[in-house]
């Protein structure tokens, strides 16, 4: 499959402030996308998934948008905690029903109190 | 539930020696698979298995074996470590139904070949 990255490997932010994680995909066959937090010495915890015939979804304090035409992929996060501090990263599944996830580099958020 | 269970958490080889990596879920899944994170990278995938008695190739396999034991278990075995296999290791399993989208994953095993 193809690689999928992210814009940026830091992000510092303020508490109490939004956060929006960037991510871009090369492969336009990939229907379905998935947002994961890994926090240190932890595997990674699954956060919000999205398919490709959808641009947007929502979660409990966090969005999912998808613009296939520019092939991006964003996460919204508001009103960032300490708690929210961690690695995420994005992945596309490349293995149809096999479900086999291509992660990129991932974002290391950073929330300043 | 403990969910995913990997074991040993760290393991320290010399370059040659064997060892073999042990994942058990309890949560009746029947996918499971194997994934390594390296540094500023993001996880690749060893081996995946769809279901019991069934196992196929991901993107980096080379170096690498595994066995489904039963339902359960999903081991991941290096024949003849290289330093180049240093990583952290993580095992996941998914569901189905509600959850067959979702992965859920260990709290990782770190390797170290020397």
């Known amino acids: 499959g193809e690689s999928v990255g992210l814009h940026l490997p830091t992000l510092s932010v303020q508490e109490g402030d939004n956060s929006i994680i960037n991510c871009a995909y090369s492969?336009?066959?990939?229907?379905?996308f998935i947002w994961y937090k890994q926090e240190s010495g932890k595997g990674p915890q699954f956060i919000i998934d999205?398919?490709?015939?959808?641009d947007k979804r929502q979660g409990q304090r966090v969005t999912v948008l998808l613009n296939k035409t520019v092939k991006h992929l964003s996460l919204q996060i508001a009103a960032t905690q300490p708690g929210d501090s961690a690695v995420y990263f994005c992945a596309e599944n490349y293995g149809g029903n096999d479900y086999k996830l291509s992660f990129g580099a991932g974002t290391t958020v950073t929330v300043r109190a | 539930n403990a969910g995913v269970t990997q074991t040993p958490k760290f393991q320290v080889l010399k370059t040659g020696q064997s060892m073999t990596l042990q994942c058990a879920q309890d949560?009746?899944?029947?996918?499971m698979y194997w994934y390594r994170q390296d540094p500023g990278m993001g996880l690749r995938l060893i081996y995946y298995s769809a279901s019991e008695g069934t196992t196929d190739k991901g993107e980096v396999p080379n170096g690498y074996n595994v066995s489904r034991l039963n339902k359960r278990e999903f081991s991941l075995r290096l024949e003849s470590a290289a330093p180049s296999q240093t990583s952290v290791y993580f095992c996941a399993s998914r569901g189905f139904g509600a959850g067959a989208n979702v992965l859920t994953f260990g709290a990782g095993s770190r390797l170290t070949v020397l």
């Open positions: 492969n336009s066959a990939s229907d379905y």
């Open positions: 949560m009746n899944h029947n996918s």
């Open positions: 999205i398919r490709s015939n959808m």
